[in-house]
């Protein structure tokens, strides 16, 4: 078995509020196979030290929205471990994901957009940045899908949905959706859309996941999310 020094040189490590929040799934029994897939592959991304930078950026006490996506950007420059976001620093052209992200969000509810391309002021309001599967071979898509990220990322989910406060949790794409049957309905909001990407972009745009997401909580007597991007 892979020893845990092994597993945080491959993949990073879990921050501990989170270890304590999914129990067994952050062992090093359960994260050994995944690491392995991934020390077997040449050029992953995103870095070692930003496979968790989600769970690091949004602490679970924290959360009160969840963004979950597919994969990191396959791209080196844009690998980044948040869901969608890119490098503030990051030249345009942005990638097509997150232009549709922004054009939403104008239309949506009007929310501020900035020239960059970061959305880590959401994470600093409690909003998650996930992806159901946390690394990507550059350059391919989807190549990860069969890393049992999945055995992790579950356990997040479920414990985010057992928090007694109302959460909203923006399901894109059908990676995404697929976790809704670990989150009550009744007790937090789910709002499904197609994935941002350019190849199902009609299903996204227009959507509203924002306002909708918004008009859960208040309907759930919980503070709407600050959605602009304006710091």
């Known amino acids: 078995m892979t020893a845990p020094a092994s597993i945080d040189a491959v993949i990073g490590s879990i921050p501990a509020d989170w270890r304590r929040a999914i129990g067994r799934a952050g062992t090093s029994e359960r994260l050994a196979p995944i690491a392995d897939f991934v020390a077997a592959r040449q050029n992953t991304l995103p870095a070692p030290d930003r496979v968790f930078a989600a769970l690091r950026a949004t602490p679970y006490g924290s959360v009160r929205a969840v963004i979950l996506g597919q994969d990191p950007y396959p791209t ?25 992200i922004r054009a939403e969000l104008r239309d949506d509810g009007g929310w501020a957009v900035p020239e960059h391309g970061s959305l880590e002021a959401w994470t600093r309001r409690g909003v998650l940045l996930l992806n159901t599967t946390l690394t990507v071979q550059e350059g391919a898509p989807g190549s990860h899908g069969s890393a049992r990220w999945w055995v992790l990322t579950n356990a997040i989910i479920a414990a985010v949905a057992a928090k007694k406060a109302p959460v909203a ?63």
């Open 76 to 100: 080196r420059t844009h690998a980044m471990g948040l869901a969608f976001s890119v490098p503030r620093d990051l030249p345009p052209p942005l990638p097509r994901s997150l232009q549709n």
């Open 169 to 231: 949790f923006l399901l894109w794409g059908e990676h995404a959706k697929a976790k809704g049957r670990l989150i009550d309905p009744q007790r937090h909001v789910v709002v499904l859309a197609s994935h941002p990407s350019p190849l199902s972009q009609a299903g996204f745009l227009g959507s509203k996941p924002f306002s909708r997401a918004n008009a859960g909580l208040e309907q759930r007597d919980s503070e709407p999310i600050d959605w602009s991007l304006d710091e």
